[in-house]
């Protein structure tokens, strides 16, 4: 089996088009433009993790035809990034035994204080989670089989989120400021993939100019930009992007 990363949702907080049909400037003919909001899968060796747990992690999981969850990351506390998490439940039921979830403090605070069923015997349900607060390196087993993370801050508006780094890989998904602290770990990556939300400024996300400047600072092979809004076009952001930078569409995949 070959090591994949698959994004399963590129959009942003209310995916594309809204629940309105609203399209913005995206052409409706084009199947990539459909996105669900952002969620990312690894497949290393016999291990497979979830980075978050969106509100379409349902049909994510069963359009990319994942079988089984043997761990989660979640970036940070945010609806978008975690209200799929209650879908989790029949792999708990599956396997007989609990989902282990990684996080800061304060998102594996939040989860426990919000999806308290998810953690403790509640109305006679059993725990289908257990939780793991990680700085900095962990690593995650799997019988012989281990994959070494680096979890890094990044800033999203008020709240501090994570980047997460693995094998010349990194996914940050929301941010608007990486400190300079983080973006050492951002130097030579096979692949970045990175927030881009919309073309102007934003105060919790990186738009356009944010992430091609970052992208110039860090020098990675390959950029994959994600968490697009409705007002970035795939077909025309792809045709201004410099070489070796391309738009994400749900179902990306990449072998590493």
């Not at 016999?46 to 747990?53: A, E, F, G, H």
């Not at 799929?84 to 708990?92: D, L, N």
């Not at 007989?96 to 989860?111: D, E, F, S």
Request: aromatic share 12%.
């Amino acid at each position: 089996m070959k090591n994949k990363f698959t994004i399963l949702g590129c959009g942003s907080s209310l995916g594309s088009p809204w629940i309105t049909n609203y399209w913005g400037k995206l052409k409706k003919n084009n199947p990539k433009n459909i996105r669900t909001r952002c969620c990312a899968h690894i497949q290393y060796k016999n291990i497979s993790i979830l980075i978050d747990t969106s509100p379409d992690i349902k049909s994510q999981i069963q359009s990319n035809k994942i079988k089984d969850i043997d761990a989660i990351l979640y970036t940070h506390e945010h609806a978008d990034q975690t209200v799929g998490i209650f879908e989790m439940r029949p792999f708990y039921w599956k396997n007989k035994k609990k989902i282990p979830v990684y996080g800061n403090r304060r998102t594996i605070n939040a989860l426990r204080q919000k999806y308290t069923f998810c953690f403790k015997t509640k109305h006679g349900y059993q725990p289908i989670m257990k939780s793991k607060i990680v700085k900095g390196k962990f690593k995650i087993f799997k019988k012989m089989n281990s994959i070494s993370f680096n979890c890094i801050d990044v800033q999203h508006g008020l709240i501090k989120a994570y980047g997460y780094v693995f094998n010349k890989i990194a996914y940050i998904s929301d941010c608007n400021k990486i400190p300079n602290k983080s973006k050492k770990y951002l130097e030579n990556l096979d692949t970045l993939i990175i927030d881009c939300l919309r073309e102007e400024k934003h105060p919790s996300h990186f738009n356009y100019e944010d992430a091609l400047n970052l992208i110039k600072e860090v020098k990675p092979k390959k950029t994959i930009l994600t968490n697009l809004h409705v007002d970035l076009e795939f077909d025309s952001l792809k045709k201004r992007l410099p070489s070796k930078v391309i738009p994400a569409y749900d179902g990306l995949s990449f072998n590493f």
